[in-house]
């Protein structure tokens, strides 16, 4: 396994995790927790034919055009498999994580990869602040792994973890500060109490605690090995 510690944090929202997992545009690509989609109607615009959304909480199935379908339902009922299975800030909202692996591991294809990008309890906010750390968000979040805990987990599953990467932001530093001082989680309501300098401090913050392995949110690279 690589760790790379040193994710920017001014890269587009999908730059710096895509040019490792894209293999060919004809890959299939499932989105797990896709919302409204417009994650992946953004890698359609990019020139990806075939994808996939699932997420048991939309109002109905959806097609957003060709090469892109959104199913109302959770992954376990997802037909078929993919080369790419991802879950962007969706793990966490899980209440079975072993299950979802497995669903996982079930439907990727050998040599796929499984990517996850979740909060972790290797945060250094999270030891200094504790009840306050906006990322414990509950009760909506109802797991939050450590980088070791989840790749164990990953792994008694039967993937293979490649590369942890932190990709933390300052909202880990402006959006805990609320919390303790009982604000509403309002950026437009927070942020102009800050300065330009103090904003810029906190995203220098957040990109050194990446680079130190102790920012609030990772991004897993889980492949799903050839058997012989």
């Known amino acids: 396994m690589k760790l790379f510690l040193n994710a920017g944090i001014f890269a587009p929202s999908y730059g710096y995790w895509l040019g490792k997992v894209h293999r060919h545009f004809d890959q299939k690509i499932a989105d797990v927790g896709c919302g409204n989609g417009q994650l992946l109607y953004e890698l359609h615009a990019s020139g990806y034919g075939s994808l996939a959304g699932f997420d048991p909480f939309i109002d109905e199935d959806l097609s957003l055009g060709s090469g892109i379908r959104l199913f109302k339902r959770s992954f376990d009922q997802a037909e078929g498999t993919f080369d790419l299975i991802m879950m962007h800030h969706s793990f966490e909202h899980m209440e079975y994580p072993d ?39 509950a009760p909506r979040h109802l797991i939050i792994p450590s980088v070791s805990g989840l790749g164990i987990l990953g792994q008694k599953v039967g993937f293979s973890l490649e590369e942890v990467e932190f990709d933390s932001s300052d909202f880990q530093f402006w959006g805990t500060e609320a919390y303790e001082k009982e604000l509403p989680l309002n950026p437009e309501q927070i942020l102009p109490d800050y300065s330009k300098a103090e904003l810029n401090q906190f995203k220098q913050k957040a990109l050194r605690y990446n680079q130190e392995g102790k920012g609030d949110q990772a991004c897993f690279y889980f492949t799903k090995p050839f058997r012989s």
Request: aromatic share 10%.
């Open 99 to 137: 299950q979802i692996l497995k669903a996982c591991y079930e439907k990727l294809n050998p040599g796929g990869t499984l990517l996850i990008r979740c909060p972790v309890t290797d945060a250094q906010v999270w030891k200094d602040k504790r009840e306050y750390w906006v990322q414990l968000d």
